[in-house]
């Protein structure tokens, strides 16, 4: 298995990662969990300072990539269709995600993720993402 410090160091590989500005916290051959740390620039709604929804969409689908593709070099897993219910706003804080490996085939992966903040069981969005296995 994979260690985290080589999986962070090949996420900060990834330029769009480095832009989310996540950090993998654990790993197993069927789960990711991941924190992102607020930035400016994540905001959609600068008068509440909350998250924008394209921003917690995308450090979910890093999170189910990497789940997916642990030891991944450059390119991570290749998304090829998401669907993500937004449940309550990302305020201005972390923000964490948890993937989970629902069913690995030799050509196609799907990936539950959930994201929270403080509240484990306050989720923020759930989706599910399937990526295609090259």
């Known amino acids: 298995m994979i260690d985290l410090q080589t999986v ?9 990662f480095r832009f989310l500005n996540f950090e993998v916290q654990s790993l197993d051959s069927l789960h990711a969990v ?3 740390t607020f930035e ?3 905001i959609g709604n600068p ?18 990539a990497i789940a997916v593709h642990p030891d991944f070099t450059e390119v991570p897993a ?3 269709n998401l669907t993500v219910d937004y449940l309550r706003p990302g305020v201005k ?30 989720t923020i969005a759930e989706g ?3 990526f295609l296995l090259v």
């Not at 962070?8 to 769009?16: D, I, Q």
């Not at 008068?47 to 189910?64: K, L, P, Q, W």
Request: glycine content about 6%.
């Open 78 to 80: 290749k998304p090829i």
């Open 34 to 36: 991941a924190e992102m």
């Open 128 to 130: 599910l993402y399937h």
């Open 93 to 122: 804080g972390p923000l964490y995600a948890r993937a989970n490996v629902t069913r690995k085939g030799r050509r196609i992966a799907s990936v539950s993720v959930n994201s929270w903040q403080t509240d484990q069981e306050k």
């Open 47 to 64: 008068v509440m300072d909350h998250y924008h929804g394209g921003i917690i969409a995308s450090f979910m689908e890093a999170t189910a």
């Open 8 to 16: 962070n160091a090949n996420v900060f590989r990834v330029p769009f």
């Open 40 to 42: 400016t620039r994540h």
